[in-house]
């Protein structure tokens, strides 16, 4: 850039120049022809105009040259002017104000090089080179450059080459300008699409790249890598029972903690909802996904105690390997996925990988959501009835109603339906259809045979998520007619781990209005004894499993002692003992011994179609043989 200074310079110059070259001609004039008076007048008179026309020419010049400095001074654009012969380097005040640097910093390509970012000299050559070929018909780059201060500011820079008769560049002009703050914005932009708000890891666009590159570079070098599909159990039940900032935080939590803990080599991205994926670059054998899989399941199901309360989650994990599995991302992760769905079905907090065999069992695990979206509709549900005999006496104590779907004369257990039930939500409509029709039975049998022991339905705990569950319940019981001690609820330990909020409440609120709870599956889960004390629950019963093992020759002594202290512990709490699944008689005696007081099980009767059941227990009160 020029100075004002270098401007009228150059134009005085140019006058002294014109004038001398004028008065040399006279001169000549006068020396080879001689003149008299009137040609020196005419002379001097003609040399005065051509003086004044160049000063007057010489003052609009300057002037030009002046508002092109200001507008230089005064633009927001840094100018440049650059002789790409001899590389030197012309920068206008403002280019340099935008750097930082003094006057005259920066004389050739050479110190204009030096300062641009490494990872962009090599686009900003090819820019500047194509452009001087030809090929271009401006110069355009957008690069980073070294400010005064060290940091790197974005600049875009913008130019046009000044070519002889031959298209040779002998000249370059062009201006630059700071777009650091746009960059800056374009770069938080790019980070928030590719990045999840809540947790600050990658989300699932970035991972769809993550995955194509880490492919890519497995193939190169023919390296396994592992897709790890991580859920979170019963997340669903915390967002709904803790509210969703609980929810929230306990995500983050996880987030961090994983993050922290990960093996080399791997990457974490939130997939959505309670859903991560670590993706295993280099992983040699299956086996070294598995190790590393298994201690991120510990690592989740390690209590977060710096949340308002101490917080319980596990999670299941499902791994896909590349190439083993699948080729390709989008199949790696729907594998990852079925494998995760397995992991789940065999009760959460595990790990599981993926196999052939998984794809035939999702197929018809869809195809039985499909069936049991119509079971209802289509009358193919009924209920069933098991007796509860008083362990002493024989005598009837109550009844549990169990659920039974027949589609197409084939009778689907239980054990299969319910849980896609749950997992559909499918649960809420069914869970009501078994309280009408238990409420119907019950009335029905009344009006047969008169007052009639308590009937025991099943709630999944997947029916406290919504809100006012007892009262509808009870308003059901209200709207038959029935006392509420004509029902008895049935519900697992799951129920209740996560029962700080709402299910607990539900549960106080149907032992007040009368109707008794049972604790289903006793010793199944993890709720230790003494938890039991704070429970509203009025019935335990002890889970089918210890009761095998009564009789059993190895596990005898264990378990007798166990299902003892069991009762002998309920019995101090004031709790009803209900033996589930006595199948022999050896077993009820054992039961006796032990004081147990109702017992369950084939050996008494099999759960029994209404009329069946009512024939046996109800028309004529039997005792036990
Ligand atoms: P549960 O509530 O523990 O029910 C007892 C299960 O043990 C029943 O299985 C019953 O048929 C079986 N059982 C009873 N005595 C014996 C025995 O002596 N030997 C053997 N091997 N089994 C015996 P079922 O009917 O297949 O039900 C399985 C589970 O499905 C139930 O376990 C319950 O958790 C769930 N379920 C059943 N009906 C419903 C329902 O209406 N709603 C909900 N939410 N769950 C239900
Ligand atoms: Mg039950
Ligand atoms: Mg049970």
């Given at each position: 850039m020029f100075t004002s200074e270098q401007n009228s310079s150059c134009h005085q110059r140019l006058g002294l120049i014109a004038s001398l070259i004028a008065l040399l001609a006279v001169s000549a004039w006068r020396f080879i022809v001689g003149a008299d008076w009137l040609v020196n007048m005419l002379l001097a008179f003609t040399l005065s105009g051509v003086g004044l026309l160049l000063w007057f020419e010489w003052r609009k010049l300057r002037r030009v040259r002046q508002a092109y400095d200001m507008a230089m001074l005064a633009a927001h654009d840094g100018f440049w002017e650059w002789n790409p012969i001899t590389k030197e380097l012309r920068t206008g005040s403002r280019l340099l104000e935008i750097l930082g640097y003094q006057h005259?910093?920066?004389?050739d390509t050479h110190a204009w090089l030096k300062l641009v970012h490494p990872d962009d000299v090599a686009p900003y050559n090819k820019a500047v080179a194509e452009h001087l070929k030809g090929k271009t018909t401006y110069f355009y780059c957008e690069y980073r450059v070294r400010a005064s201060n060290g940091s790197y500011i974005w600049v875009a820079s913008r130019g046009i080459a000044v070519r002889d008769r031959r298209g040779r560049a002998y000249q370059m002009v062009g201006s630059v300008i700071d777009i650091t703050q746009q960059r800056n914005h374009q770069e938080t932009m790019e980070f928030l699409a590719q990045h999840?708000?809540?947790?600050g890891l990658p989300n699932r666009l970035m991972l769809a790249e993550k995955l194509s590159q880490a492919i890519e570079e497995a193939k190169k070098n023919g390296l396994r890598l592992a897709v790890c599909f991580i859920d979170l159990d019963r997340f669903k039940n915390i967002n709904d029972t803790l509210g969703h900032r609980a929810g929230d935080q306990l995500l983050q939590n996880v987030a961090q903690r994983v993050v922290a803990n990960l093996p080399a080599n791997c990457q974490l991205f939130r997939q959505g909802g309670d859903e991560f994926i670590v993706l295993m670059n280099?992983?040699?054998?299956?086996s070294t996904a598995l190790t590393a899989a298994g201690q991120l399941r510990e690592l989740i199901a390690t209590p977060f105690s710096s949340l308002s309360a101490d917080f319980f989650t596990s999670a299941s994990i499902g791994i896909s390997l590349f190439p083993d599995d699948a080729v390709d991302g989008e199949t790696l992760l729907k594998n990852a996925d079925t494998a995760m769905y397995e992991a789940k079905a065999a009760g959460g907090n595990a790990v599981r990988t993926h196999t052939p065999q998984m794809n035939q069992r999702l197929l018809s695990r869809v195809t039985l959501e499909t069936q049991l979206r119509s079971a209802l509709q289509n009358n193919e549900m009924s209920l069933h009835f098991q007796a509860q005999v008083d362990?002493?006496?024989?005598?009837?104590t109550g009844a549990e109603a169990l659920l039974r779907w027949h589609h197409h004369g084939q009778a689907i257990p239980p054990d299969q339906f319910i849980p896609v039930a749950e997992d559909t939500g499918l649960i809420i409509s069914i869970g009501d259809w078994v309280v009408d029709r238990a409420i119907a039975q019950i009335l029905e049998w009344r009006h047969l045979y008169g007052d009639i022991p308590p009937i025991a339905i099943n709630l999944s705990?997947?029916?406290?998520?919504?809100?006012?569950l007892s009262h509808q319940v009870l308003r059901k019981l209200r709207a038959a007619g029935l006392?509420?001690?004509?029902l008895e609820v049935e519900v697992t330990e799951s129920v209740l781990l996560h029962a700080e909020a709402g299910s607990l409440d539900e549960l106080e609120n149907f032992r007040e209005s009368g109707v008794r709870i049972a604790l289903d599956d006793f010793g199944t889960g993890y709720s230790s004894l003494s938890y039991l004390r704070r429970l509203p629950i009025n019935i335990l019963k002890i889970d089918r499993s210890f009761i095998i093992d009564l009789t059993s020759p190895k596990e005898s002594a264990t378990s007798q002692a166990l299902v003892s202290a069991i009762i002998a512990m309920a019995h101090s709490l004031s709790l009803k003992v209900i033996a589930e699944g006595v199948e022999t008689p050896e077993q009820l005696g054992c039961l006796q011994e032990l004081k147990c007081d109702v017992i369950q099980g084939y050996l008494i009767s099999r759960p029994l179609p209404p009329a069946e059941f009512s024939a046996k227990f109800l028309v004529d009160r039997k005792t036990l043989g």
């Open positions: 005259d910093f920066l004389p999840d708000e809540l947790t280099s992983i040699p054998v299956l362990a002493a006496s024989g005598c009837l705990p997947r029916q406290f998520w919504r809100p006012a006392p509420t001690s004509a």
